[in-house]
């Protein structure tokens, strides 16, 4: 069993940055990070294969940057140009057949951290 612990969420102004962190117990191939605003599904945001191919949402594009420190099982959702839309909970996902920003294709989910733009 695969534990996921989110942490760097926050309030932050528009324009702004912040860095989200997953901290998973073991080491995971392909990891991703989702995204869920009051009254709306959850939606992928970007991706990360083992070998370092990553997938990203359009909304997210030249925004964001994923990335991860597998000598320490960490994955890091680097967010810049913080947007108001951006607000919402989000969460980290462990273990996919694929680089997948489809929720279903994930079977591990970390609690999620906030992250609040204004």
């Known amino acids: 069993h695969v534990q996921l612990v989110e942490s760097g969420g926050g309030s932050e102004q528009e324009g702004g940055s912040l860095r989200l962190s997953c901290a998973a117990s073991l080491y995971i191939l392909r990891m991703g990070w989702f995204r869920q605003a009051p009254g709306k599904e959850r939606e992928g945001v970007a991706a990360?294969?083992?070998?370092?191919?990553?997938r990203y949402a359009d909304s997210v594009k030249g925004r964001f940057t994923i990335s991860k420190d597998s000598a320490k099982n960490t994955l890091y959702l680097q967010m810049n140009s913080l947007k108001p839309e951006d607000t919402a909970m989000y969460y980290c996902?462990?273990?996919?057949?694929?680089?997948?920003?489809?929720?279903?294709?994930?079977?591990?989910w970390g609690q999620g951290t906030q992250v609040t733009v204004s």
């Open positions: 990360i294969g083992y070998n370092g191919f990553t």
């Open positions: 996902a462990a273990d996919s057949a694929t680089t997948s920003l489809v929720r279903d294709a994930y079977n591990y």
